[in-house]
């Protein structure tokens, strides 16, 4: 594709609720991010793939957040049970090469809001 | 731990003016090094990195940023502000390439006509 898309662009949901955000990488990328950017705070890395599998979780801020990526292709973050501290813009990035020096690719995100 | 610490959060200048943000970074070696901007409701996009070799990094849209080791620097700079600059910028450091990436906290730029 011509960039990374990630849906949805925004996101209200209910305290409590899970939610599942999409990213789809560009075309033969095989490295994915995930990140989150919370107002007045800078981005917090959360996870990343390099194929299918995810070399270094700990990022993610607790265990009701998990991701997955399946085909070396789209990825799903999910949030369980979700609190009002969630609330940020989730960005996804890819990239080409193995190495994280290589250039970050970011999609336009999605903001949840949990009321 | 790595921590990336940019001075002022938002900053403005004049159009046709010097750009300075400023980018210090917390490290036992020299990591690697990033600016990003973000338009208004746009993703983030690379502006330039250093990784090894020469210190002064060209990007895009005129950037460039200088890594000064003794220093813990990595500031960006443009000669002449442009309306269309107006956005956040991060910068950002890598200690190892397999290593998570931190962010800094942002500094939102103004251009002022």
């Known amino acids: 594709g011509a960039g990374v898309s990630q849906s949805p662009s925004n996101k209200v949901t209910e305290k409590g609720k899970d939610v599942e955000l999409r990213c789809d990488p560009i075309s033969g990328h095989t490295a994915l991010y995930w990140y989150r950017q919370s107002l007045g705070q800078g981005l917090e890395f959360l996870i990343y793939?390099?194929?299918?599998?995810?070399?270094?979780k700990s990022g993610l801020p607790s265990d009701r957040f998990s991701a997955e990526r399946t085909g070396g292709s789209v990825s799903t973050l999910t949030i369980q049970r979700t609190q009002q501290e969630d609330s940020a813009v989730y960005l996804c990035?890819?990239?080409f090469g193995m190495g994280l020096t290589d250039t970050q690719y970011f999609g336009p995100g999605t903001r949840l809001t949990v009321l | 731990a790595q921590s990336v610490t940019q001075l002022g959060s938002h900053v403005s200048v004049s159009e046709g003016a010097l750009v300075l943000l400023r980018c210090n970074y917390s490290s036992s070696v020299p990591p690697y090094l990033f600016w990003y901007v973000q338009y208004p409701n746009q993703g983030l996009q690379l502006l330039l990195k250093?990784?090894?070799?020469?210190?002064l990094v060209k990007g895009i849209n005129g950037f460039e940023a200088e890594f000064k080791k003794s220093e813990t620097s990595f500031h960006l700079t443009k000669p002449s502000a442009h309306m269309s600059d107006a956005a956040e910028y991060f910068c950002a450091v890598l200690k190892t390439s397999y290593d998570k990436v931190i962010f800094g906290p942002g500094t939102s730029l103004s251009v002022i006509p």
């Open positions: 250093y990784t090894t070799g020469a210190t």
């Open positions: 990035a890819s990239s």
């Open positions: 793939f390099q194929g299918n599998s995810a070399p270094d």
